[in-house]
């Protein structure tokens, strides 16, 4: 048994100085006599007796209450968290390549970048304890969401990325140095960057392997997805009329680059041709990068104090009541 507010026990010898003083009180007979010779031989009942010491049953309610204030409890528990002390930073190809509607859910045809967010969503909700951070691609890279453990805020910045926002084009280079910025200054044990393209790389200021580089140095793991159908696949258009129209378009990525990229970071290369092998490449990568660290999040206790306050609450009224009827003392 332990107590979580002992500091209180402090009142007890307030407790003990109204007992000195009750005690000295009662030594003082207010009424004197000019011989007490014929006293001794008079001894009181149990009634004078009880009465006369009927005000002890406040000191034990105080005691009681000390003890209360003083929260008692036994330690029932531990409850230990697994942390997975892992950064992560997302990046998203929403170049207008991702447009090409060559993915299903439910068995309606849907554009990549609609599927792409769908299942990143739930790879986010379940990364609990690990801070992710979020950064699209185009022509420029741009930072969504910093690194963070508020995954709804993520999920609804997630939720806003559209394929037009940025000038198009294909900067993965740019992609992995945002995603550097923003595991940079992280002391988690494992730093990741998934890196999801369906495109080559054509524009921006640094090249992918310089970038793959640099992620190497700063010891940031590189899982690279290359998203697409093989093939021609149907890319929405518009007729003269403005009325939406599909064409068969060859929309090809760099597989070799993004292979060299996961090689060089000591990553891995994955290839999504649908939605089915997409959920299970986040899948896997979540499994694969799970680094469990036990730590002591909070004890459960069983509290103690509930019976001393009510002994005490009793007592008081059972002095109040007695005091005032049975040995109730007429002046």
């Known amino acids: 048994m332990s107590f979580k507010d002992p500091l209180f026990f402090g009142l007890i010898p307030v407790v003990a100085a109204i007992v000195l003083y009750r005690n000295r009180v009662r030594g003082n007979s ?29 000191i034990i309610a105080l005691v009681c209450l000390v003890f209360a204030l003083a929260r008692p409890r036994v330690l029932l528990e531990d409850a230990v968290i697994d942390a997975e002390g892992v950064d992560i930073a997302l990046a998203i190809d929403s170049s207008g390549s991702m447009l090409a509607e060559d993915f299903s859910i439910g068995g309606k045809r849907q554009n990549r970048l609609f599927v792409v967010k769908r ?5 986010i909700r379940n990364r609990q304890g690990d801070r992710v951070g979020l ?4 022509g420029m890279a741009y930072t969504v969401c910093p690194l963070t453990l508020d995954h709804d805020w993520l999920i609804a ?14 900067a993965i280079g740019s992609g992995i140095m945002s995603s550097l910025e923003r595991l940079n200054k992280s002391s988690a044990k494992s ?13 921006g200021d640094v090249s992918p392997m310089q970038s793959a580089g640099a992620a190497r140095a700063f010891g940031v793991k590189i899982y690279t ?27 090809g990525f760099d597989e070799g680059l993004l292979r060299k990229i996961a090689e060089t970071t000591d990553g891995r290369y994955f ?9 299970a490449i986040y899948g896997y990568i979540d499994e694969l990068e799970k680094t469990k660290i036990e730590e002591t999040g909070y004890r ?4 103690l104090f509930p019976p001393f306050v009510i002994v005490s609450v009793v007592l008081i009224l059972l002095y109040a009541v007695l005091s005032n009827t049975v040995f109730r003392k007429v002046p």
Do not use: H
């Open 271 to 279: 290839m999504a041709s649908d939605t089915e092998s997409l959920k």
């Open 30 to 58: 207010s009424i004197r006599f000019s011989n007490t010779g014929l006293l001794p031989c008079l001894k009181p009942g149990i009634r004078v007796l009880i009465a006369d010491n009927l005000w002890y049953l406040t």
């Open 157 to 170: 910045n997630l939720r806003r990325v559209s394929i037009g926002a940025i000038e198009d084009g294909t």
């Open 135 to 138: 950064v699209t691609f185009a």
């Open 119 to 123: 299942v990143v969503e739930d790879f």
């Open 225 to 251: 997805i290359g998203v697409g159908s093989k093939g021609r696949v149907p890319f929405p258009a518009r007729d003269v009329w403005g009325n939406i129209i599909y064409q068969n378009v060859d929309i």
């Open 300 to 303: 459960r206790y069983k509290e």
């Open 191 to 203: 730093k990741i960057i998934i890196l999801l393209t369906d495109g080559e790389n054509n524009s």
